[in-house]
């Protein structure tokens, strides 16, 4: 047997009020448990649960009415008995116990117990029985039995023995001892006449709980008038244990109808919200179909720009080949004319090396002239013609050297105009291949945009289709939140109508726990 360990000597007094209520398994392992059973005990809610019942033995309490009980429950009885449970931190509490069988059907599928106060009589009595028990003595001592059968002959023997011995001294010996023998049947006859009404009393109780030791721990009698008293309080235990599951179970409902009671007014006024949003969603909605179809007329009108946009793409890149090949041709022309310029500026330095070999010539036919007129000074009257003509020859030279000299200024003049054209045009030339390559950009970006417009376009189009489809979608949610409308109204009415029925179910609740703790009332005078 569990040993629980350590223990102190202190009773924890509770109120007589309380319900010690648990549930255990076939096992013993606890499944349920209240809370006036966990005030009392000091074990959490979480320590009770899944652990067995006799975490709470106290080992002062014997290992032979642990086994009666046993037997008694395992044979689908009750059992009622005087228990010393241990606490947590040690010290002890007494119950008045009383636990019944759990079935389904036939079959045991647990035990439940439910414990009150125990009244300081029965606590002695079942101290002595339990320590007797402890010591492997009889529960109940001769002495104890001996007084308690001449407590109950002491009503009829003592007169029988006080006539007796008036006779004795009036009439003699035998007329005493006949009415000591007549008074002697007469308890006999009495003590069976009352033992055969309290059988006839358990013949109407067959199931009624009845054991004799235990009998004993709740009343001072003995035998068959403490079974009988023991019955009695059995079955006001019995109809308290009803009442006290029934009240827990009504506590319980009560607890929880005040919650549906909660849920329902807070469901209630979540219903509300939600209507309200929903209005406020149609509206929504309602508001979003008509951006929807500014939406597409604006898509619609992109639609038709990105198509102009395009067209004026499509005009600008034939313009823009057509510019490229404009200025090609520029280009084309500019190169000839550099070209035809650098052949005239070779040609003007031709013109320069002959007109320097005409004043060479003239130089020397000048010199020679000189030469001339001197050798006809010489001569005389006979080079006097030749004189004249080489004068002539040499005025001739200086013209010619002078119109040399008019030559290389004009060449010069010439040249320096030409390199300046060749200039100009290599300038033209550059000019004319940059713009070529802008305009061959300007056709590639162009024809970038005019991908980029037809994307537009297509995505445009696209996008009408979509926003199409979402207006007939909206259409379709409008009709829809207006359904959730008016089932959110009817869910408002249903939860109205729920809470209602709650607080009436509360009231109800209420009033059968107030009947409960009237007929509990009555049965907690029966111990």
Known sequence: MRKNLPVTEVEKIYPAHYRLISS?????????????????????????????HNLVRHPDMPAPVYKAMWETLKAGKPWMGAVKNRCKNGDHYWVSAYVTPLKDGNKIIGYESVRVNLDNASKRRALKMYQRLNQGKKPISPVLQLKSWVSQLAPIAIPTLVASAILAFSTGTMSAVIAGLAGFGALVWQQSAQNSIYQKLFQQRPEAYADPLVAETYSDWRGLKAQLSLVLMSEAA???????????????????VAQTRKQAESSNQLIQQQNQATEQTASAINQLATSIVEVAGQVENNSKQAGIAGDYVTTSTGLASEAMQSIQRLNNSVHSVAETVRALADSTSSIGQAADLISEIADQTNLLALNAAIEAARAGEHGRGFAVVAQEVRSLAQRTRESTENIHSIVNNLKSR????????????????????????????????AHSVADINTASLQMATVVEEQSEVADQINQQIAAISGIAQQSQDNATGTYQSSVELEQTTQHLYSLIQRFAARTDNVR
């Open 238 to 256: 019995r109809t308290r244990t009803a009442l006290t599951r029934i009240s827990d179970a009504a506590t319980q409902l009560h607890s929880i």
């Open 418 to 449: 030409a390199e300046q054209a060749v200039e100009v045009s290599m300038q033209g030339e550059e000019v004319a291949n940059d713009g070529v390559d802008k305009v061959q950009q300007t056709e590639v970006a162009l024809g970038t945009i």
């Open 24 to 52: 255990t398994d076939t096992r013993g392992v606890i499944t349920h448990c209240n809370q006036d059973f966990i005030d009392v005990c000091g074990f959490s809610e979480e320590e009770l649960i899944g652990a067995p």
